[in-house]
């Protein structure tokens, strides 16, 4: 196994030290035979939201299993929040909330004993945030937790997480089987926590959640990530359906090659297209013409993560 921890950076480096609270560098995972992460590059800025999107066996899990240091990659150099997770894991996970993908709490404790235990281990929390945040969540702090569904034991897992004010948030699912409302008030919390200076690293299946929470997005599949920007850039590389009347005769020909435009169908005065790519190029042909109506579909996250899945991309 050859594995690479990065030493915490030298003052003035360029990007190095806490100017990145992750980066990861050709990190490798195999299992056997079985590459389950290959070769991945990643760097999360300080401060920044940062979505980790991808469907189930992409390996969104494992890279965050290595990054912490909960399991060891086969290969690649880690940093996190400027120090070494292997080396200096005690010090850079008193830094970090972390809410698993495969949740297990303890059975035989309510979620009050289970707060008190895991403040022991921090050095103490606070029990006025604790309350709050409890409330925020409607968690009972008083059930055991073998009887909680699965919505509420996510729920005290992200108050065991965002509780103690941590540096980096690493959220992996955080809001499977919560409600509607439940998922915004998770939202506001991780707003809140990024205006406080915090890191987000939010792994999730909800476009609709990374879309509405991240600065910037990596899509993963098959172990690899495959494009990676900001929300707008993501949605800007989707395909979206655009419709144009006219109210004159025009030629199907100039329409059907308008760069970007793919599957056009021009009849009876009407235009049905996919535009991929930007609209400016569109809408100077369009100009030229007498048009009547135009109906153009915004793209969102969703659309991105599914062109960037579908047709064998």
């Known amino acids: 196994m050859s594995v690479t921890m990065v030493d915490a950076a030298e003052p003035g ?12 560098s050709g990190l490798v995972k195999r299992y056997g035979t079985v590459e389950a992460v290959r070769g ?19 390996g969104k899990s494992t890279t965050i299993r290595c990054l912490l240091d909960l399991i060891r990659p086969t290969a690649g150099s880690i940093e996190i929040l400027g120090q070494d997770p292997r080396r200096e894991g005690v010090a850079v996970r008193h830094r970090i909330g972390y809410v698993p993908g495969e949740l297990r709490l303890p059975e035989r404790m309510t979620s009050r004993q289970l707060v008190t235990s895991v403040s022991r281990l921090r050095g103490g929390l606070d ?60 939202l506001r919390m991780v707003a809140e926590a ?7 690293f939010l792994s999730s299946h909800v476009l609709s959640e990374v879309q509405r929470a991240a600065d910037r ?17 993501l949605r800007r590389r989707a395909r ?16 059907r090659s308008i760069p970007g435009l793919e599957d056009a169908v021009v009849e009876d005065r009407r235009l049905a297209a996919t535009l991929t790519g930007a609209v400016d190029p569109v809408l100077q042909v369009l100009a030229r ?6 109906v153009l579909e915004e793209p969102n996250l969703e659309d991105a993560f599914l062109d960037l899945y579908g047709d064998g991309a």
């Open 40 to 58: 991945i590059d990643l760097e999360v800025r300080t401060g920044e939201v940062f979505g980790f999107v991808g469907p189930n066996g992409a």
């Open 194 to 200: 990024r205006e406080g200076g915090a890191t987000v």
């Open 289 to 294: 013409h007498r048009v009547t109506s135009l």
């Open 13 to 24: 480096a360029e990007t190095t030290g806490e100017s990145l609270a992750i980066r990861a």
């Open 217 to 233: 997005v990596a899509v993963l599949r098959a172990g690899r990530i495959v494009t990676q920007g900001t929300v707008d850039e």
């Open 127 to 186: 029990e006025t945030r604790v309350a709050a945040i409890a409330d925020r969540l409607r968690i009972d702090l008083d059930r055991p937790t073998r009887d909680l569904s699965s919505g509420n034991r996510r729920k005290v897992a992200l108050l065991l997480a965002f509780a103690p004010t941590p540096d980096l948030l690493v959220l992996d699912e955080p809001t499977s089987g919560l409600d509607p409302l439940m998922q915004h008030e998770f």
């Open 240 to 255: 979206q359906r655009i419709e144009a009347w006219f109210g004159e005769d025009v030629d199907a020909l100039e329409l």
